[in-house]
């Protein structure tokens, strides 16, 4: 498990490093088109095929975690595990939702302030609009919380 965990460390901080790398001497496009695309592939196969490793090995380990902690305290269930899934799920989602809801918000606002400044006032309430997704989210999350 520890080995895993290393090398999937090892091969983020990889791919941050190939970005700066890229950022400060960037290829020519015919040969970054050529390059970048099976590599692209190549590395997101990798890091699902990790993940799907990560997540069989952890679940032994855990379990068996699980069995000498159940001997002592209470342990949290599959359940119990996949009922804060489940309540984190909402506020994931929501924010994700906020997100793509502020960005253009955000740029026409920026647009429209930019020529009529008068404008500011109602263009921030239609950006604290498309914010609020995220508090619903978030009070969702605390209001199921609550029942488990």
Known sequence: MTTIIVLLTAALLGMIATGIYLHFRPLPAER???LLRPTL?????????????VAVLGFNDAMAAADAAAAGAAAVTEGMGLAFIGIALPTAFSTVGAG???????AASLAAVSEKPEMFGRTLVYLGLAEGIAIYGLVLSILLLNRV
């Open 100 to 106: 793509l809801a502020v960005g253009p918000i955000g």
């Open 41 to 53: 592939g190549t590395n997101i196969a990798l890091f699902v095929g990790a993940q799907l490793a």
């Open 32 to 34: 970054a088109r050529r």
